[in-house]
């Protein structure tokens, strides 16, 4: 059996197809109760001027360190930060058709990324400007970041019907009005107040109320919302499944 000195003696990189790993970003979160995404005016070639994802080439680093150091990067907050350590990151789906980047062959590993709040964007080393664009705006995108992003919002969507991930949304402590704009924001839809909150109070281990109130988002001169934090589940059930007609607000 030829020993890898042997081997490594005898391999000619030439011979091989050029091959980059990059890694994207679909960075989610909600802003005057809409739905957005981070979104970068690329600032070289290819697609100079174009909006895209943020996203960048794979250094000496692992995957997920490289998108987390990619969203550090576009948001102007270093890891470490308190906002930063509360997104929610996980990888989407790997992308590599041979003709999605006209300068070689690259594959690009996809992450979705949710937090509750983030400050104005800063753009990185590769980007123009930065910026939060509500997700029915964001189109057009260079490469192929509209299926990028079209993926990541069917996952984010589908996440929300059976994962208290929409926790990841809102602060700490919140009211079950708050997380119901959450879903309805994710989801692109109106929501019945009441059933929501009837259905939310019904899955075990998704909410844990705090024993305490607040004034905030009720009605003027009614009672105070309860608050509530995040439970223990990792899975709901049952399901918040998205709304049927009967479900929608009239």
Not at 85 to 92: A, G, N, Y
Request: a negative charge; glycine letters at 8%; one cysteine or more.
């Amino acid at each position: 059996m030829q020993d890898q000195d042997s081997y490594l003696a005898g391999y000619n990189p030439s011979k091989y197809p050029s091959l980059a790993v990059t890694v994207d970003v679909v960075a989610l979160t909600i802003r005057d109760a809409k739905l957005c995404v981070l979104l970068v005016e690329r600032g070289a070639q290819p697609f100079a001027g174009q909006r895209a994802l943020p996203g960048g080439f794979v250094k000496e680093e692992t995957l997920d360190d490289a998108a987390k150091r990619e969203l550090a990067e576009e948001t102007g907050v270093k890891p470490g930060h308190g906002d930063l350590e509360r997104v929610h990151l996980e990888q989407l789906k790997t992308y590599g058709n041979p003709d999605r980047d006209p300068r070689m062959r690259i594959v690009s590993v996809a992450y979705l990324a949710f937090a509750p709040s983030l400050p104005d964007p800063t753009a990185g080393s590769d980007a123009a400007l930065a910026y939060w664009v509500p997700v029915d705006e964001a189109k057009d995108l260079a490469f192929d970041h509209d299926d990028v992003l079209a993926d990541g919002l069917e996952r984010a969507r589908a996440k929300l019907e059976y994962t208290p991930l929409a926790t990841a949304f809102v602060n700490e402590e919140f009211t079950i009005g708050e997380l119901r704009q959450v879903y309805a924001s994710v989801w692109g839809e109106d929501l019945h107040a009441g059933n929501f909150h009837r259905k939310v109070l019904s899955v075990p281990g998704f909410v844990e109320s705090t024993g305490t109130t607040t004034s905030r988002g009720g009605e003027r001169g009614g009672p105070k919302a309860k608050l509530y934090r995040a439970g223990d589940a990792k899975l709901l059930h049952p399901a918040l499944l998205r709304p049927t007609r009967e479900d929608r607000v009239r």
